[in-house]
């Protein structure tokens, strides 16, 4: 199943020890059933024996439950946490380069301020410009931009955090 | 003490407790052969390396200890995936060693070399393409624990050819011997939760139609005794599945033997009638359950596993309780024995002369063999079993002779059957018993065998009678590969597509002398008995015994596939039984 069929998307967050293999061993239990992975980022952790997995799978929490015990009895996986998009802070980078003749620059350049984007580089007619934010807010740059013509774009994938408590502590709680 | 890694290899090996090793030498693992001379560990010279895997695997169902087996790089590598799959689906320990190309050669498509960590990927438990000598030990020592702990499973140790070999300056370390783990994502957890436990417990006192669903984690587990107490305390009745035969007497009045698609009709009625299924170390396997949306509809689910991805993988639970069958047992015996004991469970006379109606209406059961008719295979295990000590370790190939044997057999005690159930893997049975008797040479060791099986591996019968393993096998020659056979007649309207083996090519008996092995034929009834007695007599070679079967004999009961279980077909000679 995917997304596009009625489904949600689930992300988890694989702590792995790091080692060689460990990916190919994580990305077969999603292979093996057809789950297509639309986004992974990898990144070395505070501790260096360990990294970090952000997953995200087009399938629904129910089907992939099977697959996280499964993930979980991986001697390689570490913990897993699995992240609701409502309750988590997701970010995601993309790097874009556009079409951009100097005559219409002006156009991109108050997308880019809107959007709070930075120009990274700039060539005779095109721009390369990146831009961090939630991934629906990197969708909408990136839709805004396509009319001017995308030569390239590089997205990283979404990392995420579970969101923080919002409520200080009682304080006659014991 | 400064050593190789080769040596190291072998000291790790006699570290862990190894005493036998199945396998057969080349390239690669050569370096590794030499220092195994000087080893006190016994080498056993396989004439296949699925030879050498089925032998580790049945060593480990006869002993419970760790089956250790090692071969060479790339199709000695690819030769024992079988293995270690049939290993994986019915959680064998198991530790098997490859050798590999060395390892600037590794991706280079260098002579016999294969890519043996991502081809065994998903049929073992764990595995390690180890990269230097020095980290032979701990790998090693992690290899057995994660075999044997938690759910036990095969893992295997893929050794690059430069860190054995002593005349690579790479192979150079070290011996040190590892004292822990560091293994931060593998916590294999044994206790079961107490409130959990205690659910289970008032359940139990609870249900009118319980019956204890009990599968192979009993046997991983050494759960016997405690399983024994348990049933025995509430007189719950038990199945045992296909992976738990032996696991609880055979001859005790609570036994109601093996569910599922060829299982007992009271066993598979029992729990589709059942309010309460209390499932020990059992997966709800497809050829348990039947048609799983229909399976036993009435019943609550107390599910205990040792491997927590089991519970609700296939039916949801009503108490899911993660950890070892023995002791959640244990736990649960004593959580019942609180609450009142046998004083506490309800009356359940009604649900017993329920059962005791089933199991008086609908036995196993099989015509005689008439006239000039050949053997009625059923007929020939029946003897097998009656003529044959009760600690006999029993070992059995796949397809109806297997179905057969675990019908017809009464298993009385635990470790007694070594078989192929989650993979259905033709060919178990000879090298399996064969690591059966190496495991226990006290116990006489038979195989049963059908003749499509036979021809898989009989190989290793040279293996038996050269390396002194007087294992005896019973082939059941039906001239077919019989279950599938049994199905065309059954679901194809009797169109019989490549199924036909002939019955006289091989000469099974002239084989079997070529082998080195007593060849012996049967023919006739009368003379099952006495060449059942001459093979129990030779101790110093191995015997086959040809029996020659029926080829048209089918095994009833039958589930057929995806249907529920309620409509299980019985024995022609029963189906105008009221139900
Ligand atoms: C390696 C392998 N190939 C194919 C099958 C499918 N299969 C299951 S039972 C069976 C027939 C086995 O024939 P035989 O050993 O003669 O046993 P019988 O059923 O006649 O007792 C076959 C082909 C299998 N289980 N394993
Ligand atoms: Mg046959």
């Given at each position: 199943?995917s997304?596009?069929?009625?489904?949600?998307t689930?992300?988890l967050?694989?702590?792995?020890?790091n080692?060689a293999?460990?990916l190919?061993?994580?990305a077969?239990?999603f292979?093996?059933?057809?789950?297509?992975i639309?986004?992974l980022?990898?990144?070395?952790?505070?501790?260096?024996?360990f990294?970090?997995?952000?997953?995200v799978?087009?399938?629904?929490?129910?089907p992939?439950?099977?697959?996280?015990?499964?993930?979980?009895?991986?001697?390689?996986v570490?913990?897993i946490?699995?992240?609701?998009p409502?309750a988590?802070?997701?970010?995601?980078?993309?790097?874009?380069?556009?079409r951009?003749?100097?005559?219409?620059?002006?156009q991109?350049?108050?997308?880019?301020r809107?959007?709070?984007a930075?120009?990274?580089?700039?060539?005779?007619?095109?721009?390369?410009v990146?831009?961090?934010?939630s991934?629906?807010?990197?969708?909408?740059?990136?839709?805004?931009?396509?009319?001017?013509?995308?030569?390239?774009?590089?997205?990283?994938?979404?990392?995420?955090?579970?969101k923080?408590?919002k409520?200080a502590?009682?304080?006659l709680a014991? | 003490?400064?050593?190789?890694?080769?040596?190291a290899?072998?000291?790790?090996?006699e570290?862990?407790?190894?005493?036998?090793?199945?396998?057969?030498?080349?390239?690669?693992?050569?370096?590794?052969?030499?220092?195994?001379?000087?080893?006190?560990?016994?080498?056993?010279l396989?004439?296949?390396?699925?030879g050498?895997g089925h032998m580790a695997?049945?060593y480990?169902h006869?002993?419970g200890?760790?089956?250790?087996?090692?071969?060479?790089?790339?199709p000695a590598?690819?030769n024992?995936?079988?293995?270690?799959c049939?290993?994986?689906?019915?959680?064998?320990?198991?530790?098997?060693?490859?050798?590999?190309?060395?390892?600037?050669?590794?991706?280079t498509?260098?002579f016999q070399e294969?890519?043996?960590t991502g081809?065994?990927?998903?049929v073992?438990?764990?595995?390690y393409?180890?990269?230097?000598?020095?980290?032979?030990?701990?790998?090693?020592?992690d290899a057995?624990?994660?075999?044997?702990?938690?759910?036990?499973?095969?893992?295997?140790?893929?050794?690059?050819?430069?860190?054995?070999?002593?005349n690579?300056?790479?192979?150079?370390?070290?011996?040190?011997?590892?004292?822990s783990?560091?293994?931060?994502g593998?916590?294999?957890?044994?206790?079961?939760?107490?409130?959990?436990i205690?659910?289970?417990?008032?359940?139990?006192?609870?249900?009118?139609r319980?019956?204890?669903?009990?599968?192979?984690?009993?046997?991983?587990?050494?759960g016997?005794?405690?399983?024994?107490?348990?049933?025995?305390?509430t007189?719950?009745?038990?199945?045992t599945?296909?992976m738990?035969?032996?696991?609880?007497?055979?001859?005790h009045?609570?036994?109601?033997g093996?569910?599922g698609?060829?299982?007992?009709?009271?066993?598979v009625?029992a729990?589709?009638?059942?309010?309460?299924?209390i499932?020990?170390?059992a997966?709800?396997d497809?050829?348990?359950?039947?048609k799983?949306?229909?399976?036993?509809p009435?019943?609550?689910?107390i599910?205990?596993?040792?491997d927590?991805?089991?519970l609700?993988?296939?039916?949801r639970?009503?108490?899911?309780?993660?950890?070892?069958c023995?002791?959640v047992?244990?736990?649960?015996?004593?959580?019942?024995?609180?609450?009142?004991?046998?004083?506490?469970?309800?009356?359940?006379?009604?649900w017993r002369s329920?059962?005791?109606?089933?199991?008086?209406?609908?036995?196993?059961?099989?015509?005689q063999?008439?006239?000039?008719?050949l053997?009625?295979?059923?007929?020939?295990?029946?003897q097998?079993?009656?003529?044959?000590?009760?600690?006999?370790?029993?070992?059995?190939?796949?397809g109806?002779?297997q179905?057969w044997t675990s019908?017809?057999?009464?298993?009385?005690?635990p470790?007694t059957?070594?078989?192929?159930?989650?993979?259905?893997?033709?060919?178990f049975?000879?090298?399996?018993?064969?690591?059966a008797?190496a495991?226990?040479p006290?116990?006489?060791?038979?195989?049963?065998?059908g003749d499509?099986?036979?021809?898989m591996?009989?190989?290793?019968?040279?293996?038996?009678?050269?390396?002194?393993?007087?294992?005896?096998?019973?082939?059941?020659n039906?001239?077919?590969?019989?279950?599938v056979r049994?199905w065309?007649?059954?679901f194809?309207?009797e169109?019989y597509s490549?199924v036909?083996?002939?019955?006289?090519?091989?000469?099974y008996k002239?084989?079997?002398e070529?082998?080195?092995?007593v060849?012996?034929?049967?023919?006739?009834?009368e003379?099952?008995?006495?060449a059942?007695?001459q093979?129990?007599?030779?101790d110093d070679?191995?015997?086959?015994v040809e029996?020659?079967?029926?080829?048209?004999e089918n095994?009833?009961?039958?589930?057929?596939?995806?249907m529920?279980?309620?409509?299980?077909?019985?024995?022609p000679?029963?189906?105008?039984?009221?139900r």
């Amino acid at each position: 199943m995917s997304a596009a069929d009625g489904g949600g998307t689930t992300t988890l967050v694989v702590r792995v020890e790091n080692k060689a293999g460990v990916l190919a061993r994580v990305a077969g239990l999603f292979a093996r059933r057809g789950f297509n992975i639309e986004s992974l980022a990898v990144a070395p952790t505070d501790d260096e024996r360990f990294s970090r997995l952000t997953i995200v799978v087009g399938v629904d929490a129910a089907p992939m439950e099977q697959v996280v015990k499964q993930l979980d009895k991986l001697v390689n996986v570490v913990d897993i946490r699995e992240l609701n998009p409502s309750a988590s802070v997701e970010r995601e980078l993309m790097m874009v380069t556009v079409r951009a003749n100097p005559d219409i620059r002006g156009q991109i350049l108050d997308l880019v301020r809107i959007f709070q984007a930075t120009v990274l580089n700039v060539g005779y007619d095109e721009i390369m410009v990146s831009l961090t934010g939630s991934p629906s807010r990197v969708d909408d740059f990136e839709d805004l931009l396509r009319p001017y013509g995308i030569v390239d774009v590089q997205r990283t994938g979404k990392v995420a955090l579970p969101k923080l408590v919002k409520a200080a502590p009682d304080p006659l709680a014991p | 003490m400064n050593m190789n890694g080769g040596q190291a290899l072998m000291k790790a090996l006699e570290n862990e407790g190894v005493d036998i090793l199945f396998g057969l030498p080349g390239g690669a693992i050569l370096p590794v052969y030499d220092p195994l001379i000087d080893s006190s560990i016994r080498h056993v010279l396989v004439r296949h390396e699925q030879g050498a895997g089925h032998m580790a695997e049945g060593y480990a169902h006869a002993t419970g200890r760790p089956g250790v087996a090692m071969v060479t790089s790339g199709p000695a590598a690819t030769n024992i995936v079988t293995p270690l799959c049939d290993a994986y689906m019915d959680s064998i320990p198991m530790v098997v060693v490859t050798g590999q190309v060395p390892y600037a050669a590794i991706g280079t498509d260098a002579f016999q070399e294969c890519d043996t960590t991502g081809i065994t990927m998903s049929v073992t438990k764990h595995n390690y393409l180890v990269t230097e000598a020095a980290d032979i030990p701990q790998v090693i020592h992690d290899a057995f624990y994660i075999a044997t702990t938690g759910r036990p499973g095969p893992v295997l140790v893929d050794i690059p050819k430069d860190i054995v070999d002593p005349n690579n300056p790479r192979s150079a370390m070290e011996w040190y011997t590892p004292d822990s783990h560091d293994l931060p994502g593998y916590l294999p957890n044994q206790a079961g939760d107490a409130e959990l436990i205690r659910q289970a417990a008032k359940l139990i006192c609870e249900a009118e139609r319980p019956v204890l669903y009990t599968g192979g984690g009993i046997l991983k587990s050494r759960g016997a005794e405690a399983l024994l107490e348990l049933a025995e305390m509430t007189g719950i009745h038990v199945v045992t599945t296909l992976m738990n035969r032996g696991g609880f007497p055979d001859d005790h009045p609570l036994c109601l033997g093996m569910p599922g698609m060829h299982g007992n009709y009271t066993a598979v009625t029992a729990m589709q009638e059942a309010d309460l299924l209390i499932a020990l170390g059992a997966r709800f396997d497809d050829r348990v359950t039947g048609k799983v949306g229909e399976f036993a509809p009435l019943a609550k689910i107390i599910h205990v596993d040792i491997d927590s991805a089991e519970l609700g993988k296939v039916r949801r639970p009503d108490v899911a309780i993660q950890g070892d069958c023995r002791v959640v047992i244990e736990e649960l015996v004593k959580a019942l024995k609180e609450m009142g004991g046998s004083e506490a469970q309800p009356d359940r006379n009604q649900w017993r002369s329920r059962i005791s109606g089933w199991q008086e209406r609908f036995p196993l059961t099989y015509e005689q063999s008439k006239g000039d008719e050949l053997l009625k295979p059923q007929y020939v295990l029946e003897q097998l079993r009656d003529s044959t000590p009760s600690d006999t370790i029993v070992a059995s190939g796949v397809g109806q002779h297997q179905m057969w044997t675990s019908q017809y057999w009464k298993f009385n005690h635990p470790y007694t059957w070594v078989n192929s159930g989650g993979l259905g893997t033709m060919g178990f049975a000879i090298p399996a018993a064969i690591g059966a008797k190496a495991g226990r040479p006290d116990r006489m060791v038979w195989a049963v065998d059908g003749d499509g099986c036979f021809q898989m591996t009989a190989q290793e019968l040279v293996t038996a009678a050269t390396e002194g393993f007087p294992i005896k096998v019973a082939l059941i020659n039906n001239a077919y590969l019989g279950m599938v056979r049994q199905w065309q007649e059954m679901f194809y309207e009797e169109r019989y597509s490549e199924v036909y083996l002939t019955r006289d090519v091989p000469d099974y008996k002239m084989w079997a002398e070529a082998l080195g092995c007593v060849g012996l034929r049967v023919e006739s009834p009368e003379e099952v008995g006495p060449a059942i007695a001459q093979a129990n007599e030779i101790d110093d070679q191995p015997v086959v015994v040809e029996f020659r079967c029926e080829a048209e004999e089918n095994v009833f009961p039958m589930v057929p596939a995806g249907m529920s279980n309620s409509d299980v077909v019985v024995d022609p000679s029963q189906r105008d039984q009221p139900r």
